[in-house]
């Protein structure tokens, strides 16, 4: 019997990673599936996993030589994959926990957990110049979530030509979170469904729909991904997802104070080059000026007066 069991295992797909919505992750042969769950045998036992749970489901390829790749280091991000759209009702309500209201004396705004190891992102600008950062934190319970400040929070690295901030919480213990993948700005289409969730004006966890304006708006030498999404203040820092629960940019302004519809997002592509080279841009509190730091490039001076500048030969 087990033998038969043993052979049915090996003409059923191959390995799968499964990301689920706690934060946790597999690996195994998916053996079989319903509409509502994935049978995963784990070499073991087999599993049963609800579909409902499943963040993501991707491929585990062989690396060169038939080893089995890797494991990223501590402080990776969670890739998406090719995940099924689903609605914006199902996504906000799995992903709520991924998204951070961040609190500065002076400012606020939000950003979103990339890894299980508690790393966020949110904007440069929220942060820039602050020693004092708290984050809420929004654990799914049920239908609802409970609210939890934490207080331990260190900026890791601040890039503010793109108006990025890496930041960690340093004690994770008991929270629970969900880590929102990241997905690729480049697969984008104008017209296609996307929506944001943040803390605008302080009002928490609010979710807004639109769909693709733009994807190359550009603004001050960079381009940004234009959305009828609603963006404002408070905003700045936070996810902006496609239909697959991946994020495609982080919300980081509006077209002026009054104007509505006109909501611009840095391509999620951005955040993937802090993280690659985050040694560069890296933060120490005791010497703030460490990392790469952007300068306008220099003008000419402009004459004396009286003089008329030399004209070129």
């Not at 700005?185 to 104008?190: E, I, K, Q």
């Not at 993937?272 to 120490?284: H, P, Q, S, V, W």
Request: aromatic share 6%; net charge neutral.
């Amino acid at each position: 019997m087990m033998a038969m069991l043993s052979a049915l295992l090996l003409t059923l797909g191959g390995q799968e990673t499964i990301q689920l919505g706690s934060g946790a992750r597999l690996e195994g042969t998916v053996v079989k599936e319903t509409a509502d769950q994935v049978f995963v045998d784990l070499g073991y036992t087999i599993l049963g996993i609800p579909v409902k749970d499943i963040v993501r489901r991707a491929p585990v390829e062989a690396a060169p030589g038939g080893a089995r790749p890797a494991e990223r280091s501590e402080g990776s991000w969670i890739e998406g994959g090719e995940a099924a759209e689903r609605s914006v009702r199902e996504l906000s309500g799995r992903l709520g926990s991924a998204v951070v209201l961040v609190a500065c004396p002076g400012k606020m705004g939000s950003g979103f957990f990339i890894s299980p190891q508690g790393h966020v992102i949110t904007n440069c600008h929220v942060v820039e110049g602050e020693r004092k950062i708290t984050l809420t934190i929004f654990e799914k319970r049920d239908k609802d979530f409970d609210k939890r400040k934490v207080e331990k929070v260190k900026i890791l690295a601040l890039n503010p030509y793109y108006d990025l901030a890496l930041l960690q919480v340093e004690d994770l213990e008991e929270l629970k979170f969900v880590p929102a993948p990241l997905g690729a700005a480049a697969r984008l289409a104008v017209g296609e469904r996307v929506f944001a969730i943040g803390n605008p004006m302080g009002l928490e966890r609010t979710v807004t729909e639109g769909i693709v304006s733009t994807l190359a708006r550009p603004f001050e030498g960079l381009t940004y991904i234009q959305t009828t999404a609603q963006i404002n203040p408070g905003n700045s820092g936070g996810p902006l997802f496609n239909l697959r629960g991946e994020v495609v940019g982080v919300t980081n302004m509006k077209a002026g104070f009054f104007s509505e519809g006109l909501g611009f997002a840095i391509p999620v592509e951005r955040v993937k080059e802090l993280l690659r080279n985050r040694e560069a841009f890296a933060f120490d509190a005791d010497h703030p000026n460490t990392g790469h730091r952007y300068l306008p490039p220099p003008r000419r001076a402009a004459p004396p007066a009286g003089k008329k500048p030399e004209e070129k030969q």
